[in-house]
T-cell receptor, first 112, second 115 residues
Framework: GESVGLHLPTLSVQEGDNSIINCAYS??????FIWYKQESGKGPQFIID?????DKRQGQRVTVLLNKTVKHLSLQIAATQPGDSAVYFC???????????FGSGTRLLVRP | GAGVSQSPSNKVTEKGKDVELRCDPI?????LYWYRQSLGQGLEFLIY????????KSGLPSDRFSAERTGGSVSTLTIQRTQQEDSAVYLC?????????????FGEGSWLTVV
């Protein structure tokens, strides 16, 4: 069935370094992708999204890259800070759907 | 309000009791969603509302689960005869409309523990 998965369940990075969180998706019909950040005890917080007609989108300290050929999505966080420590989820949906399909999440740990 | 508001934030209930979880979406958002998140897991879709109608209830795990939405705003998720496997965080979200590409904003969740 449709699924969104993550390669690395836990990522540990040094404060100040750049982080890259990866996500694979299996539904080639998916055309909208979102990254959410979830801190402990809180709900998912929208970070950035991208449509399938783009391959890169930048926000504040974050960049999302989309490679439709290999059905791969990544989130890059520049100059990672302790406040970036959280679980990151990618999610997808298709043009005909309102339903987001979430991956299982990657935990980002930032070492001081 | 400024964001999606959920209540209660925490609920401990005895097995077999009924619980009601409430969601106030962002003002003006016509689409409302309920998701469930078990400990350490991703988010599982439960139900979607467009206005007061629920065109997709496919994610509700059993007939013990039901949801309604009134006035195109507040929604209530009801779990009857709770079981221990119902323990999870129940997340409500809303978006301006239900179409693809509308940013979906989540509340802080209602943490349900069934003992």
């Amino acid at each position: 069935g449709e699924s969104v998965g993550l390669h690395l369940p836990t990522l540990s990075v040094q404060e100040g370094d750049n982080s890259i969180i990866n996500c694979a998706y299996s539904n080639s019909a998916s055309d909208y992708f979102i990254w959410y950040k979830q801190e402990s005890g809180k709900g998912p917080q929208f970070i950035i999204d991208i449509r399938s007609n783009m391959d890169k989108r930048q926000g504040q300290r974050v960049t999302v890259l989309l490679n439709k050929t290999v059905k791969h999505l990544s989130l890059q966080i520049a100059a990672t800070q302790p406040g970036d420590s959280a679980v990151y989820f990618c999610a997808e949906n298709t043009d005909s759907s309102y339903k987001l399909i979430f991956g299982s999440g990657t935990r980002l740990l930032v070492r001081p | 309000g400024a964001g999606v508001s959920q209540s209660p934030s925490n609920k401990v209930t005895e097995k077999g009791k009924d619980v009601e979880l409430r969601c106030d979406p962002i003002s003006g958002h016509t689409a409302l969603y309920w998701y469930r998140q078990s400990l350490g897991q991703g988010l599982e879709f439960l139900i979607y509302f467009q206005g007061n109608s629920a065109p997709d209830k496919s994610g509700l795990p059993s007939d013990r689960f039901s949801a309604e939405r009134t006035g195109g705003s507040v929604s209530t998720l009801t779990i009857q005869r709770t079981q221990q496997e119902d323990s999870a965080v129940y997340l409500c979200a809303s978006s301006l409309s239900g179409g693809n590409g509308n940013t979906i904003y989540f509340g802080e969740g209602s943490w349900l523990t069934v003992v």
